[in-house]
């Protein structure tokens, strides 16, 4: 196992700026939320490489991992896992998808002259993002589970992890899901008292 063998092929190119509506989460939910709606439209930043090449960058990890078909692909499995241990974590088979990006790598930790000292290591380079999105999964639910959310609007497909004090965020963003979700219900209240 090591994660700086094997051709990761030609340098990718610089990428552009990120267009999803929500960034900052975790890793595991990030790769989640590469897929999101945008006025009825869905969209998918990983449909090729350059997207692909867009969150790897986000994430420090497109010169260790390379915008490779290779990768891509590798990570595409990992999003299909997240997706439904996230959507049903009892489920067994989601759990053994998890588990078989998990078990192409692991963390090789070591004493340095700094102190203790980790790395991910991958049986295959591509598959060095994938593993380490599979990981922060992990960490999040040994955390705490009930804090991995799912955006409370239907017809949103985004996730978060509710680091709120109280633990009640229900939306996304505020002002994306939960600003539409006050102005339905105020529109909602409006209609009642013009029916009356």
Not at 99 to 127: C, I, K
């Amino acid at each position: 196992m090591g994660d700086d063998a094997g051709d990761t092929g030609p340098p990718s190119r610089a990428p552009g700026p990120d267009p999803r509506p929500l960034l900052g989460e975790p890793l595991s939910l990030d790769l989640l939320n590469t897929r999101w709606i945008d006025g009825g439209t869905r969209h998918d930043l990983l449909e090729d490489l350059d997207g692909f090449g867009v969150w790897l960058a986000g994430h420090g990890l497109l010169e260790r991992t390379g915008a490779t078909p290779a990768a891509l692909t590798a990570t595409l499995r990992a999003r299909e896992a997240l997706q439904a241990v996230v959507a049903d974590p009892g489920d067994g088979c989601a759990r053994e998808g998890l588990n078989a990006v998990l078990a192409r790598g692991r963390v090789l930790r070591s004493l340095g002259p700094e102190g203790p000292a980790e790395r991910a290591e991958t049986d295959d380079p591509a598959w060095l993002a994938a593993w380490l999105a599979a990981d922060d999964y992990l960490r999040l639910v040994g955390a705490a589970p009930d804090r991995v959310r799912a955006c409370a609007n239907d017809g949103c497909v985004l996730h978060f992890y509710d680091v709120s004090r109280n633990g009640t965020r229900r939306w996304c963003s505020m002002s994306g899901c939960g600003n539409r979700a006050k102005a339905s219900r105020h529109y909602a209240r409006a209609r009642r008292r013009e029916g009356r």
